[in-house]
């Protein structure tokens, strides 16, 4: 069955420092690869993207992504977090060519520290 | 432009009360989301509409939840009796027509049965 993994449930990291959150997906042929951040009592906003071209995707708020189709993944990577990059990132999968049925992984909720 | 609108959104019931959430999408969107998402969980799609037709409504328990689309436009999901373990977020989503579009959600209606 498809699948979502998110590895790390809860990470910290200081403001300044560099962020990767990890996400890995079980799923036959390449689907198509988004995260989304959630922040406190607010709706989900995606972040970026990756349907096929460039492995490496840039999204909103100084975020990336890059596809690695060996590995199954889809780190989203931030140089230099800021104290408003707190909160919960999800990865979502969807089979190619049907992107509107989702599969979510748990999330990771990110803490920076000042 | 409007982003896609939820409302209530906090409503406490107690349980075994009936309880309607209300969801208006961004203009020209067809397609529309209800997904029901626990403290710490991702999201999990209840229901998904494409104009006023359910396309996917394989994970809405369809003994106490129903949904509606009439004119598929806005929506209205509803639960009757409400349970405790119906305490989540419910959030809505649309987006357009199309394999390669993203999902836009709302900010969720909180929902606590007590």
């Known amino acids: 069955a498809q699948s979502v993994t998110q590895p790390d449930i809860h990470i910290t990291v200081s403001e300044g420092a560099s962020l990767e959150l990890r996400c890995n997906y079980s799923y036959g042929a390449t689907p198509y690869l988004f995260w989304y951040v959630q922040s406190p009592g607010q709706g989900l906003q995606l972040l970026l993207k990756?349907?096929?071209?460039d492995t490496l995707v840039q999204g909103i708020k100084g975020f990336e992504a890059e596809f690695k189709r060996s590995q199954s993944s889809f780190n989203l990577r931030k140089p230099s977090v800021h104290w408003s990059d707190a909160a919960e990132y999800f990865c979502?999968?969807?089979?190619?060519?049907?992107?509107?049925?989702?599969?979510w992984g748990l999330g990771t909720s990110l803490a920076v520290n000042p | 432009e409007a982003g896609v609108v939820q409302s209530p959104r906090y409503k406490i019931i107690e349980k075994k009360q009936p309880v309607a959430f209300w969801c208006n999408p961004i203009s020209g969107h067809n397609t529309l989301y209800w997904y029901l998402q626990n403290l710490g969980q991702g999201p999990e799609l209840l229901i998904r509409y494409e104009n006023e037709e359910a396309v996917d409504d394989s994970q809405l328990p369809k003994d106490r939840f129903s949904a509606e689309r009439l004119k598929g436009v806005d929506s209205t999901l509803k639960i009757q009796p409400a349970e405790l373990g119906d305490s989540a977020v419910y959030l809505c989503?649309?987006?357009?027509?199309?394999?390669?579009?993203?999902?836009?959600f709302g900010q969720g209606t909180r929902l606590t049965v007590v």
């Open positions: 990756y349907f096929s071209g």
């Open positions: 989503a649309s987006s357009e027509r199309g394999d390669t579009t993203e999902a836009f």
């Open positions: 979502a999968v969807a089979p190619s060519g049907n992107n509107r049925k989702l599969i």
